[in-house]
T-cell receptor, first 113, second 115 residues
């Protein structure tokens, strides 16, 4: 049973560039979540998918952010026109149901110069 | 709005000591509570999951308790080891009745176990 995987693990970009991250959940998990974590803080919820449907988006997810899960398997998170304030760890999690806990990947560390 | 607080923010103990980490939450209408471990620059590792109907869960040297009515949970670590050094995060899942999915996290307790 492989865990949640995320790519890339690190991304350095210049302000104004677009970046895309990928998350592969645990294979039998139909629920997928994105969180963002800044230094010294706990993760904050961004968005949630059940299969391919995006059912909830946080107010943190501005218009520059878009997430997809086209076939109900892997998911991508794209940030357009990156800003220095986007620098953070982006974490993906998956679960079978709400009651059985969420399981996290290693994260993608984004640095915007 | 659910708020989760973890005390202390940092803790340093000598190897072999037993210790308790505290987590409190403002809204008792939770579905479950999860304790995680995070090593520097890494993702989160799930340690224990407690359902709202349960009082405690145990895994090896770890024991987590839940008092839902008072909005508190504790993580007890027995016979601490240097390898336990990490940040420990508490997170609650809201019981919205319509399908709960969003974890709310505390800021964590940074634990250092000194050899």
């Amino acid at each position: 049973d492989t865990g949640v995987s995320q790519n890339p693990r690190h991304k350095i970009t210049k302000r104004g560039q677009n970046v895309t991250f990928r998350c592969d959940p645990i294979s039998e998990h139909n629920r997928l979540y994105w969180y963002r974590q800044t230094l010294g803080q706990g993760p904050e919820f961004l968005t949630y998918f059940q299969n391919e449907a995006q059912l909830e988006k946080s107010r943190l997810l501005s218009d520059r952010f878009s997430a997809e899960r086209p076939k109900g398997s892997f998911s991508t998170l794209e940030i357009q026109r990156t800003e220095q304030g986007d620098s953070a760890m982006y974490l993906c999690a998956s679960s079978v149901t709400s009651g059985r806990g969420q399981y996290f990947g290693p994260g993608t560390r984004l640095t915007v110069l | 709005k659910q708020e989760v607080t973890q005390i202390p923010a940092a803790l340093s103990v000598p190897e072999g000591e037993n210790l308790v980490l505290n987590c409190s939450f403002t809204d008792s209408a939770i579905y479950n509570l999860q304790w995680f471990r995070q090593d520097p620059g890494k993702g989160l590792t799930s340690l224990l999951l407690i359902q709202s109907s349960q009082r405690e869960q145990t895994s090896g040297r770890l024991n987590a308790s839940l008092d839902k009515s008072s909005g508190r949970s504790t993580l007890y670590i027995a016979a601490s080891q240097p390898g336990d050094s990490a940040t420990y995060l508490c997170a609650v899942l809201r019981d919205s009745g319509a399908g709960s999915y969003q974890l709310t996290f505390g800021k964590g307790t940074k634990l250092s176990v000194i050899p």
